[in-house]
Structures are given as C-alpha cells and as structure tokens.
C-alpha cells in the first residue's frame, strides 16, 4: 500500500477531497487556482500548481478534467485516474467489487440510473460522473455502476471494468482530446485490460483494440434485443432512451439472468431529457436541455422527423465540426432559432444548407418567435447541441427558462 504523504492530488476539487478523506486527509494539493499556500479545515495543503515537485511524491492522481497538455501533468512522473486508484492496487484492499462502466456521448446518465435502479436491490452502487466519487462509495457493496466520461478514461491506466456498456459515439470535447481519433481510443481503452468472459457491448464500425473481452458490436436496437433475446415491445421508452433501457436489461440479465420488464418501465427519467410540454393552446413544446452534443440532439429531432419543426439550437458548442449534424437537418421540415455563443455560426451554416434561420441570439426571444409560427400540427423543441456555460449556469437552468417561459404564454 501506498502511504497517503506520498500521493499528491492535482486539483481541489470534489473527486480529490473525497479521496484525501478516504486516506484520512492531511494530502497535499496542487490546484491552479490556489494564488497562495492554504489548509483546509480537514489538515489537507492546498498549494499552487507552480509549486508541484514530481520529485517529491511517488503517485500523482488528476481529478478527471485535468487537461492532458497542463503544465502539471505533463511534468508528473506517475500519474494515474481516481479509477486506478480506489480499483487499482494501490490500496490495502483485497475486496474489490464487481464493476460495470457505462460510456458513451449520450446517455450515460440514464443508462446508470436505470442499471441502478435494476439491481438496487443486489446492493449496488452508482458513482462516477454521475456525482459520487468512487471514494465515497461503500468499499463493501458487491457491485459499483459506474458513469464513466472520456476524461477519466484518457488518465486511467490500470483498472477495467467487469462488464463495459459503450454507448454511441459522437465527436465530443475535441478541445480536450485534440482530435477525434485520440476522443474514439479513449473511449476504446478499457477493452485492453479487460479479460476473457468479461462483457463489452460496443458500436460497430469503431477500431476496435486487442481484447480478451466478450465482444458484442450492435448497430441498432433490434440488433441487441435479437442477441440478448429481449422483447422490446414490453419496454414502454422510445428514442435514445429505448437503447438505454436495452443496456440496462442486458448487464442485469447477464448477471441474473433475468429480465425485468415491469422493473425497468417503473423508472422515471430525469428532466431536461426529451420532456414534452403543452402551452394554453395545446401545442406540444420539447425540452431537451441536455442535449449538448450533435448525437443527443438529432436523437430527438428523430422522434418528430415528420413534423414541422422549430428548433432552438446553440451554445457553446466547444470547437465541434457541425457539418454531420447540418447534412440530417436539411432533410427535415424545420426552422433553426440560433441562440448563444455560436448563434452567427449556425446563421452561417443554416445559409450554406439553405436552412431557413432566425438569429435570436437569447432564449427568450427565440421562443417569442416561434410563439407567432407554432401551431398544434408542429413541434417546438430545445435541443441545442452545444453547453449552456456562455449563457447559463448549467443545462439544468437553461430548460427550467424553458419551461417557465413556455407557462406564461
């Protein structure tokens, strides 16, 4: 086992103050912006970046954002994820539990909550992106559901999942991985740890690594349900959130073998995730606020393909290439309400497709004007393929502005 004085952790944030807790505090950390040598309230340092010493520790461990190219990383000599850590052995742990890792673009979220919620009563745990860090889980439970974003998985380099669920992929923090490439192989990692018997369901057509792994590539939902013998039609969601579904019954079947029809259809999905609301006139609204990438958002424009749409798109949409997402859009009966920080690069693009395109720039107008053109035969819909952070707090506030806005027309 490691000794805790010779971990350094590279930022001051939820993930790293769990596991300085977990080792009993008094760690050292290195946080970019910390100006000036402090202690928290737990005995741990919090020193500034500049003042990392590789020499000095022999373990570093990144919180999951922690850019690839920073200065601090680049100079750590031993650096490994959270994931290695708490699963690793590092650790004076001989009982692991048994994992499963959910990744992908979208769907992740959904996808852990409805597994969780399958096997709650085999005592598992749900962590990772999801909000609780691994640290925090309970060292004894038999199974950790665990959301796993592509940063986490760039830093790991020792532990694997037990069973990993590979949602679709679409490109995706290109400003952090530096390319598409570099964004697929991270998501593609776990399969090279990963041993004979263990269970990967990943896309097909992606490069797949030298595994040992079970293999399952599926191209459609059919193609999973066929496989695994699961009846869709006893599963009541549609759209992204049917694949979802199918996931979660898969992994549970696996392991019990069992499918819990009636267990699944009980779960409610979280707001901000294809909600459809009706205005004083009846006319059918969308919020989908979580859709911050091109995958989330023509998976919901899917679901109304034959209807006149009116479309609220744009945000920070973090330097992705709009192109595949303008090719579906052309072939669709819709109007674009550009809004946020690349509201004149959609204008720009919508006039490249011949895309008819009001610039709007704010939410609140571009609701306005839809409200003078929406009738109870066209769709409304927030899908903005793109984060809320130039304009709001989170995408969690940016639907709530939908909703209220939709309630006082």
């Known amino acids: 086992m490691i000794k805790a004085k010779n971990i350094a952790l590279l930022g001051y944030g939820k993930t790293t103050k769990a596991i300085a807790n977990l080792l009993g505090n008094n760690l050292t950390f290195f946080d970019d912006n910390t100006t000036e040598p402090k202690v928290d309230e737990l005995g741990n340092k919090i020193l500034p970046s500049s003042q990392f010493n590789a020499n000095e520790f022999k373990l570093e461990v990144a919180t999951p954002s922690m850019h690839p190219e920073s200065k601090i ?5 031993n650096l490994i994820s959270e994931y290695d850590l ?27 909550q409805m597994l969780t919620h399958l096997l709650e009563s085999k ?35 020792e532990a694997k999942p037990n069973i990993y669920l590979l949602l679709p992929i679409t490109p995706d923090h290109l400003d952090w991985h530096g390319s598409k490439d570099a964004y697929i192989a991270d998501k593609l990692k776990p399969l090279t740890l990963m041993q004979e018997g263990e269970l990967a369901l990943i896309p097909k057509g992606l490069p797949i690594p030298q595994t040992n792994a079970w293999v399952v590539e599926y191209e459609t939902n059919e193609d999973l ?4 013998k699961i009846d869709s039609t006893k599963i009541k969601y549609k759209g992204a959130f049917l694949l979802d579904s199918l996931f979660a019954l898969i992994a549970s079947k696996v392991l019990f073998n069992k499918i819990e029809y009636q267990l699944i259809n009980s779960f409610t999905v979280d707001a901000h995730r294809q909600e459809e609301l009706k205005d004083n006139q009846d006319r059918v609204w969308v919020n989908d606020s979580k859709a911050t990438n091109l995958d989330a958002t023509i998976q919901v424009l899917e679901l109304y393909r034959e209807k006149p749409i009116h479309l609220i798109l744009g945000g920070d949409d973090k330097g992705v290439d709009l192109t595949e997402l303008f090719e579906y859009l052309k072939e669709l009966n819709l109007t674009i309400y550009s809004i ?10 919508s006039k490249e497709y011949n895309i008819n395109c009001n610039i709007c720039e704010i939410l609140d107008v571009a609701i306005d004007k839809i409200d003078k053109s929406h009738n109870k035969e066209s769709i409304a819909i927030l899908a903005p393929a793109a984060s809320s952070l130039d304009q709001f707090s989170s995408y969690a506030q940016r639907g709530n502005q939908f909703k209220e806005k939709i309630k006082s027309l």
Do not use: R
């Not at 199974?143 to 380099?157: A, D, Q, V």
């Open 340 to 349: 946020g920080s690349n509201s004149q690069k959609l204008a720009k693009l």
């Open 86 to 112: 708490i699963l690793g052995n590092y650790l004076n742990s001989n009982k692991k539990p048994f994992t499963i890792w959910i990744s992908g673009t979208n769907g992740k979220t959904t996808t852990t």
């Open 73 to 77: 990383v680049k100079e750590s000599k």
């Open 225 to 228: 349900a066929n496989y695994f």
């Open 123 to 157: 005592g598992a745990q749900s962590g990772g992106n999801i909000g609780t860090p691994l640290a925090d889980l309970d060292q004894n439970a038999p199974i950790w559901i665990l959301e796993t974003s592509s940063f986490t998985l760039h830093h790991t380099k």
